[in-house]
C-alpha cells in the first residue's frame, strides 16, 4: 500500500468504496506542523465521471485501484466520443471529450506513446507520453538574433493549446512538449 506521497498524476486509487483518478496533485507544507505535507488530489470518480478533492497527509496509505494500461493509437472522433485503437488487438476503445479534456490538447494522429487506462476492462482516461511533438499553426515572427535572449512568445499549436515559445521559433516549426507541465522543450527533430 503507497503512502498519499507516493502518489503520482493519473494514478488509479480506491477510497470510499470508489475507484478514482488522480488527475491533479498540490502539495503543501503548513506552517507550524512537525513534519508532515498535505497533499489535495483533483481526483475523477471513474464511474460517475464526478470530481471529488480530498486532502492526504503524506502518511496516509491508499490503495491502488486495480487497472491496466494499453498501448493504443488516437483513431478518430465520433461526436463527442475519442476513439481510441489498440496497438496488439485493435480493440476499440470510445472515451469522452470532457472525462480527458487535459489530454485531448496533446493528441493528434501522429501522437505515439499512448496508453488507455483500463478499469475492469472498460477505458476511463488516457495517459500521455512525456512529450509530443506539434505544429506551430500561428505565432509572431520569429527576430533574427532571438536565440541570444530568454524572451518568449506565445504559439497557437494544432491542437488549439497555447504555449509560450522562444523568439527564434516560427509559424510552422514542429515542436516538443512536456505534456506534464505544457512548457516548450526545444524543436523536433526533422
Known amino acids: 500500500m503507497p503512502k498519499a506521497s507516493?502518489?503520482?498524476?493519473?494514478?488509479?486509487?480506491?477510497?470510499n468504496g470508489k475507484v478514482l483518478i488522480v488527475k491533479d496533485i498540490e502539495r503543501s507544507v503548513p506552517q507550524g506542523r512537525a513534519g508532515g505535507s498535505l497533499y489535495?488530489?483533483?481526483m475523477y470518480d471513474v464511474v460517475t465521471g464526478g470530481k471529488i478533492d480530498e486532502t492526504f497527509k503524506d502518511s496516509d496509505m491508499?490503495?491502488?485501484?486495480?487497472?491496466s494500461r494499453r498501448a493504443s493509437m488516437f483513431s478518430y472522433i465520433d461526436g463527442d466520443e475519442y476513439v481510441f485503437m489498440d496497438n496488439e488487438d485493435y480493440t476499440p476503445y470510445n472515451l469522452n471529450k470532457e472525462s480527458i479534456e487535459d489530454e485531448v490538447v496533446f493528441i493528434t494522429e501522429d501522437?505515439?506513446?499512448?496508453?488507455?487506462?483500463?478499469?475492469?476492462?472498460s477505458p476511463v482516461g488516457v495517459d500521455l507520453p512525456s512529450s509530443v511533438e506539434l505544429e506551430i499553426i500561428e505565432t509572431d515572427p520569429s527576430i533574427k538574433g532571438g536565440s541570444a535572449t530568454?524572451?518568449?512568445?506565445?504559439?497557437i499549436l494544432t491542437t488549439g493549446l497555447?504555449?509560450?515559445?522562444?523568439?527564434?521559433v516560427s509559424?510552422?516549426?514542429?515542436?516538443?512538449?512536456n505534456t506534464e507541465?505544457?512548457?516548450f522543450m526545444g524543436r523536433a527533430d526533422k
Open 150 to 155: 530568454a524572451r518568449t512568445k506565445p504559439a
Open 6 to 15: 507516493d502518489i503520482k498524476k493519473n494514478a488509479a486509487i480506491e477510497h
Open 62 to 67: 491508499l490503495n491502488f485501484a486495480d487497472l
Open 171 to 177: 509559424t510552422g516549426d514542429k515542436v516538443k512538449v
Open 111 to 121: 501522437t505515439e506513446g499512448l496508453s488507455v487506462i483500463l478499469v475492469d476492462g
Open 181 to 183: 507541465e505544457r512548457k
Open 40 to 42: 489535495r488530489m483533483r
Open 162 to 168: 497555447t504555449i509560450q515559445v522562444p523568439e527564434h
